[in-house]
């Protein structure tokens, strides 16, 4: 399919970081954060985009220190990338 998300810059972070991500045609897409045992942590997005290239701050102030997986789902398919987050 051609979608992409990329690992967020910084990684690892304390307060944020940013996520961004590519995608080949208009759609709708949901980036989700999860901590290690699965929880959502967070709903970054859920809406339908323009194709080409996204960018999404996140705020981890709130979180504690940890590994969290940031989700991408666009088009019936999955991307996931790792975040550690240290405070």
């Known amino acids: 399919m051609g979608f992409e998300l990329s690992?967020?810059?910084p990684n690892p972070f304390n307060a944020s970081t940013v996520?961004?991500?590519k995608l080949p045609f208009a759609?709708?897409?949901s980036l989700s954060?999860?901590?290690?045992?699965g929880h959502m942590v967070a709903?970054?997005?859920d809406?339908?985009?323009?194709?080409?290239k996204h960018f999404v701050t996140i705020d981890a102030e709130k979180w504690t220190s940890g590994v969290y997986l940031a989700r991408l789902e666009f088009g019936?398919?999955?991307r996931t990338v790792k975040m550690?987050?240290?405070k």
């Open 43 to 45: 709903q970054l997005e």
């Open 47 to 52: 809406r339908s985009f323009k194709a080409g």
């Open 19 to 21: 996520l961004r991500f």
């Open 84 to 86: 550690v987050v240290v």
């Open 27 to 29: 759609g709708d897409a």
């Open 33 to 37: 954060v999860y901590d290690i045992e």
């Open 7 to 9: 690992e967020p810059f």
């Open 76 to 78: 019936g398919e999955t």
